[in-house]
């Protein structure tokens, strides 16, 4: 399809910031607006890099709202002809501590935004626009649950086993209901573990990272043996717009990593890039459900033509040193509720917590 104008939310994200970045970067003709609630995991900051290119305050623009807000996003889907849904509470830790919040933007914000979508392909099938609109539902790996061996693929049932990951599931199955019930134009991806720059450092890289800067304890769940495949976030963003432009309809599509390792193996790395000793290392309680192993079969999204460009060795240099070159911008991330936060989850795991051997 033609996109000409495209609506991203939770386009002042970690992954969703890419996308824009990248798709400004690259496709002259297409304008993009930001509907972003600006939590504490979107930054205004993310967007920076594009808004100080000349001839992109007219290429971009950031509308503060919420995703579950129907009026602010049926005004802004009836100017677009494409749809990309970032918008979500992402981290699993958070979702076990409390899901009210995951609901309302993981679920609601989806049926809001299909819903005008669907609406707009009416007033398409009469006549009254020249596009209906694309919607594209980022997803996740781990609506598939735990696999011990092989890779997951698109067929796979879905058995998601946290409530971050069951919020996922329930907004591709109200997704694809609206491709079987209204034929409206969706696809849906669900990507592997992401790390990059930007990235929130609550999840588990940036966390490690600075915390291992200060000087303080790595919380490491468990035995630490749980396996992820890690994804770079710029091949992320770029296989999810190979998706937008050229994925069938009513479809899904994996995008996988190119290196699965073990949490503690991914510690020892980071570990050793920073200069810092194993002892910052302690075995905490781990969290309730946690899935061993994550792995998914990328044959499908290949068959689009997309291929990954960035090393996990390289990737996991340029973040880290990233991450130590941009102080100021983590710091910010720690600010707010950041303490209240990082104390209710590892706070009491702290003080039970032993030396990792």
């Known amino acids: 399809m033609a996109t000409r104008h495209l609506l991203v939310t939770g386009g002042a994200g970690f992954i969703g910031s890419t996308l824009v970045r990248q798709v400004l970067a690259q496709e002259p003709s297409i304008r993009i607006t930001v509907l972003d609630k600006l939590t504490y995991a979107g930054n205004r900051a993310n967007l920076d890099a594009v808004t100080s290119v000349p001839g992109n305050n007219r290429r971009l623009t950031l509308v503060v709202g919420d995703v579950a807000d129907a009026g602010v996003v049926s005004a802004l889907v009836t100017d677009c002809d494409g749809v990309i849904n ?37 007033r398409y099938r009469a006549g009254e626009r020249a596009t209906a609109p694309r919607f594209l539902q980022v997803s996740t790996d781990e609506v598939y649950g735990p696999i011990e061996l092989g890779s997951s693929d698109e067929n796979d049932p879905l058995a998601p086993r946290s409530p971050y990951a069951a919020t996922k599931a329930a907004a591709e199955l109200l997704v694809r209901s609206y491709f079987v019930s209204f ?21 588990l890289i940036p966390l490690f990272v600075t915390n291992a800067i200060d000087g303080l304890p790595l919380p490491l769940y468990g035995d630490g043996l749980q396996r992820r495949d890690w994804l770079h976030v710029n091949d992320h963003a770029t296989a999810i717009w190979q998706v937008f432009v050229h994925g069938r309809r009513g479809e899904v599509y994996n995008v996988p990593g190119d290196h699965e390792m073990t949490n503690r193996e991914l510690t020892s790395r980071l570990l050793e890039r920073l200069g810092r000793p194993w002892s910052l290392v302690r075995s905490v ?10 792995a998914m079969d990328g044959s499908k999204l290949a068959a689009l033509g997309w291929r990954q460009r960035m090393s996990f060795e390289e990737g996991l240099a340029a973040t880290i040193d990233w991450y130590v070159a941009n102080e100021s911008w983590w710091r910010t991330a720690r600010s707010g509720d950041w303490h209240t936060y990082y104390q209710r989850q590892y706070g009491e795991r702290l003080l039970q917590s032993t030396a990792a051997e």
């Open 285 to 294: 309680a781990d969290r309730p459900g946690h899935d061993r192993r994550y």
């Open 86 to 122: 970032f918008a979500a509470e992402t981290h699993v830790d958070r979702s076990i501590l409390g899901s009210d919040d995951l609901l309302r933007t993981n679920v609601n914000g989806v049926q809001v935004l299909i819903e005008a979508c669907r609406r707009e392909l009416e």
């Open 183 to 203: 034929d409206l134009d969706v696809v849906i991806t669900r990507g592997a573990n992401t790390y990059g720059p930007t990235q929130h450092p609550e999840k």
